[in-house]
């Protein structure tokens, strides 16, 4: 019963690579979003979709993409990765107050 | 940057004791949110209060805003070792920005036993 899940939880890759990072959420929520919390914990917003579209994008390099195929998912598509991709991404979900985050994938680029 | 800022970046304290967090933003909001992370963890929220309240209290908690300083407070009462965590303020802005969450630096409270 877990209300936001991402996947993989540790991502390991060479620079270069293309990976995605899939997030979902059980809570029938219309607006996710996407944050990435560097190795200060500094906490950033990268995109939000509401009901499928993207409503922030927070001039994120265009090599991440976002995509959502229905409002429960939202994934992350991240091409040629550079060594400062290394971070902790966080999927999370709007309530009607409050944000609910997924557990974090720790993506590290080699 | 719209980052706000939090201080201390860190602070140590006793079991029992009281901790004291502030956040200071740069925006017109429409609420301030505290949330904690345990180590290599998400974020889990805590407590919200909204621009027109100046004091919440939930549990050992409790949250003041001063929207006229553009800062608030998080007070731990009665701490305890399984407290330790960073704790993060966060605003969502007055204007329509889609609920995104702004961010304060943290702070990383250790509550020894």
């Known amino acids: 019963d877990t209300a936001v899940s991402q996947t993989p939880k540790y991502l390991v890759t060479q620079m270069g690579n293309d990976k995605s990072i899939k997030c979902e959420q059980n809570l029938g929520h219309d607006t996710m979003y996407w944050y990435k919390q560097d190795s200060k914990k500094f906490l950033k917003i990268m995109f939000s979709y509401n009901n499928k579209e993207l409503i922030i994008n927070e001039t994120v390099p265009n090599r991440f993409s976002p995509k959502s195929p229905d409002k429960a998912h939202l994934n992350l598509h991240i091409n040629s990765l550079e060594l400062g991709d290394s971070a902790v991404y966080f999927c999370?979900?709007?309530?009607?107050?409050?944000?609910?985050f997924g557990p974090g994938t720790r993506l590290t680029v080699l | 940057s719209q980052q706000g800022e939090e201080d201390p970046q860190a602070l140590s304290i006793q079991e029992g004791e009281n901790a004291t967090m502030n956040c200071s933003y740069k925006t017109s909001i429409n609420n301030l949110q505290w949330y904690r992370q345990n180590s290599g963890r998400g974020l889990v929220h805590l407590i919200l209060i909204r621009s027109n309240e100046r004091e919440k209290h939930s549990g050992r908690l409790r949250v003041t805003l001063d929207t006229s300083k553009k800062s608030s407070s998080l007070l731990i009462t009665a701490s305890r070792a399984a407290d330790t965590a960073s704790y993060f303020c966060a605003t969502e802005a007055s204007y329509n920005q889609g609920g995104k969450l702004i961010f304060g630096q943290g702070t990383e409270l250790s509550v020894k036993p």
């Open positions: 999370a979900s709007r309530g009607p107050d409050t944000q609910y």
